[in-house]
């Protein structure tokens, strides 16, 4: 079984930034492409930003420019800066791997960006 628990989360005002943090624990074979995911109110859950094992990013074309995603291979864990946030960035923010494996959900962390 493989732990997934976020964190950073917190209300915001808009033009405001967050760093978000997720470590990854338990039985993992390999620490391979990992993304972070968010999931607004009555929304799917969708994709925000991924990185591979060797750094290489891609972003959904609403965050980019704004949102930076990185990771610790030796700490098993993945970040997420985020800037310039907006309203519509308010979401329970996830981590998983990316694409999506066997791996469970952790509880996400709540980012609720509002004046």
């Known amino acids: 079984q493989v732990q997934l628990v976020e964190s950073g989360g917190g209300l915001v005002q808009p033009g405001g930034s967050l760093r978000l943090s997720c470590a990854a624990s338990?039985?993992?074979?390999?620490?391979?492409?990992m993304g972070w995911y968010r999931q607004a109110p009555g929304k799917q859950r969708e994709l925000v930003a991924g990185?591979?094992?060797?750094?290489?990013?891609n972003y959904a074309d609403s965050v980019k420019g704004r949102f930076t995603i990185s990771r610790d291979n030796a700490k098993r864990a993945v970040y997420l800066q985020m800037n310039s946030l907006k309203p519509e960035d308010t979401a329970v923010y996830y981590c998983?791997?990316?694409?999506?494996?066997?791996?469970?959900w952790g509880q996400g962390t709540q980012v609720t960006v509002s004046s």
């Open positions: 998983n791997t990316h694409p999506l494996t066997d791996w469970s």
């Open positions: 338990g039985s993992i074979f390999s620490f391979d492409a």
């Open positions: 990185i591979n094992r060797g750094g290489r990013t």
